[in-house]
């Protein structure tokens, strides 16, 4: 009786988060004019990620790739600042050639782009992202190539469109009025799958 208890109480807790915060933050991003397909996606209720990939590629065999990545209640335990900080120290253990920069930095929204050569473990690449600290989560948008050195026109072209990129608060009124932007989906971001 108390496992089936303990099983409603978080069917409930997680009902009442879907509920609660699926009409408050949304990523949305605006693509180039592209066609992407997403290529991944899996979401609990930790959070989610979609991965989308050019019309002509796979997410096993791709060139650039396009992610949006929701961590839920991350932000209750860092800043934006501060999850940049710790995943340039990831990687720079990992490819002590890392090159960073940061392009846009506050406290809650910090902006850059890396890139990695010849590096064990990984391919060459340069990646663009975000990391946004949301009231419920920390949101991260990322741009990667693969071709590189990357094309100046793709580089600044993905600049503006992260820049640009938000955490929409949204309500009953505002829904479906994102024109070309690109959302994740209500089911993604609270699902319990």
């Keep these: 009786m108390k496992k089936i208890c303990y099983i409603v109480v978080i069917i409930l807790l997680v009902s009442f988060l879907s509920f609660c915060c699926a009409d408050e933050e949304k990523p949305q991003l605006t693509f180039d004019g592209r066609v992407w397909n997403i290529g ?39 800043s934006a600042q501060a999850f940049a900080d710790q995943t340039k120290e990831k990687l720079k253990q990992q490819c002590p050639d890392l090159k960073w920069i940061i392009l846009k930095q506050t406290e809650d929204d910090v902006m850059y782009e890396w890139s990695i050569k010849n590096c064990p473990a990984d391919k060459d690449q340069h990646e663009i992202a975000r990391i946004i600290k949301g009231q419920y989560g920390m949101y991260i948008f990322h741009y990667v190539t693969k071709k590189m050195p990357i094309d100046p026109k793709i580089r600044n072209e993905w600049i503006k469109l992260i820049k640009s990129a938000t955490i929409n608060q949204t309500s009953s009124e505002s829904k479906g009025k994102t024109g ?11 699902s319990t799958s």
């Design 40 to 78: 991944y996606q899996a979401s609990n209720f930790q959070g989610s990620i979609i991965e989308y990939v050019l019309n002509d590629e796979s997410i096993n065999n791709w060139t650039e790739l396009v992610t949006i990545q929701t961590f839920l209640g991350l932000q209750k335990n860092a």
């Design 180 to 190: 070309k932007v690109i959302a994740v989906p209500d089911e993604m971001l609270y």
